[in-house]
């Protein structure tokens, strides 16, 4: 019998994957600026942002065809801003999912275009939408658009980068991390809800737990910086510890840092305390953020 996790990770990769190969078949083009779109979304890794909007969906509803959009779009802005992230300019990563990094393999100019595509590209996923009514359309567009940009992502990665040989507070740090990783975390729930038909008390509940996910999901990742190696995490291994940046386990300490992710692994939980069994996935998922290894 297989568990929760093992059945919204089957049903992420095997529904995100098919419209990730449809959306960029659309745009094929034999250029290096395909090539270079291709090989950084069709190269493996967790597709844990869709794995949420799909556990979303299936907690409040059904999922249908608009949530296989908002999976795909959620998971070209991840690509887009990986590709960007290891830039010689902003973190200067080689390897990134075991493999060489974007700009690496085609060139910085290439790895900056395919990210500005792959950012387009996303965005039009979300004009495509075939249930969802209008105003919840342009609610999911809304919020992606937010999570993404100078109030979300990119705010938290400007943070990042000021914060290099700089000392933060707890309060700062986390306030990067939620917008750096959890503003993305935190669309990728409400899209899937929304596109699933989801009334305001949950998106509310998801809301919360959401953050705490997403906090939790930085934390593990200071964590394994620290304990695994670059072979299993296929990338380099102490890569913020050699940049001097602000971590929880700096902060907090290991043993500190790894209190803090079990605590956060437990609010999550309470916050889908009104959901029944149908949110299990979700439930499934905040364990898996804290126990992964990679």
């Known amino acids: 019998m297989t568990s929760p996790l093992e059945q919204l990770q089957a049903i992420t990769l095997e529904r995100v994957n098919a419209a990730l190969n449809h959306c960029l078949s659309a745009h094929a083009d034999a250029n290096s ?56 300019a902003m973190d200067d990563d080689d390897l990134r999912r ?31 939408l075939d249930h969802t009514p209008a105003q919840q359309a342009l609610q999911m567009i809304a919020k992606l658009t937010q999570a993404a940009g100078a109030q979300g992502m990119v705010a938290g990665q400007a943070i990042d980068l000021a914060a290099v040989d700089q000392t933060l507070s707890l309060q700062q740090l986390e306030q990067m991390h939620h917008l750096k990783t959890g503003a993305l975390i935190d669309a990728s729930i409400q899209l899937g809800a929304l596109s699933a038909g989801a009334s305001a008390s949950q998106l509310t509940a998801l809301a919360k737990y959401s953050r705490l996910v997403g906090l939790a999901f930085q934390v593990q990742d200071d964590i394994l910086d620290v304990e695994s190696n670059t072979a299993v995490l296929g990338k380099r291994q102490g890569a913020d510890q050699a940049l001097n940046k602000p971590t929880y386990t700096s902060l907090l300490g290991l043993e500190g840092a790894k209190q803090k992710a079990a605590q956060l692994y437990s609010d999550s939980l309470d916050a889908l305390s009104e959901f029944d069994q149908r949110a299990d996935g979700l439930r499934a998922v905040a364990d898996y953020i804290v126990t992964r290894r990679y």
């Open 33 to 88: 600026l395909h090539q270079a779109m291709e090989y950084s979304v069709l190269n493996g890794g967790k597709r844990v942002r869709p794995m949420l909007a799909y556990g979303a969906a299936m907690a409040v509803g059904d999922i249908n065809t608009d949530t296989d959009r908002a999976a795909c779009a959620l998971e070209l802005i991840h690509a887009y801003s990986l590709i960007h992230d290891d830039l010689p």
């Open 98 to 128: 075991g493999n060489p990094t974007c700009h690496v393999r085609f060139g910085e100019a290439n790895a900056i275009l395919a990210g500005d595509a792959l950012q387009a590209l996303a965005f039009e996923q979300l004009t495509q």
